[in-house]
């Protein structure tokens, strides 16, 4: 069972940046295509930003040229730096591990992080 643990979440005005960290833990992680997706109140979950294993990116057009993602392995770590924040990106932000190669089908999800803009 691999854990994901998000966490950097809270308030920020409009405008402003935030810099959310999922931790994950052994082997799994560096084999594993990493996500962000989110969730807002009465809405699906979309994704918002992937980084493969080989640190190729992909970005929901809400996310490109504002949020960038990326992931170090040595940590076990994948970061999502937001900036230029709107109201429109409050929600509650999802850190997901899709598992490749001899990990292929599995696939875990974080607890989760509240992401409030407002000024």
């Known amino acids: 069972q691999e854990e994901l643990v998000e966490s950097g979440g809270g308030l920020v005005q409009p405008g402003g940046s935030l810099r959310l960290s999922c931790a994950g833990s052994?082997?799994?992680?560096?084999?594993?295509?990493m996500a962000w997706y989110r969730q807002a109140p009465g809405k699906q979950r979309e994704l918002v930003a992937r980084?493969?294993?080989?640190?190729?990116?992909f970005y929901a057009d809400s996310a490109k040229g504002l949020f960038t993602i990326s992931r170090r392995n040595g940590q076990k770590t994948v970061d999502l730096l937001m900036t230029f924040l709107e109201v429109e990106d409050t929600a509650v932000y999802y850190c997901?591990?899709?598992?490749?190669?001899?990990?292929?089908?599995?696939?875990?999800w974080g607890q989760g992080t509240q992401v409030t803009v407002s000024s």
């Open positions: 980084v493969d294993v080989d640190e190729a990116t």
């Open positions: 052994g082997d799994f992680f560096a084999y594993s295509i």
């Open positions: 997901r591990a899709e598992g490749t190669r001899r990990y292929r089908g599995r696939a875990y």
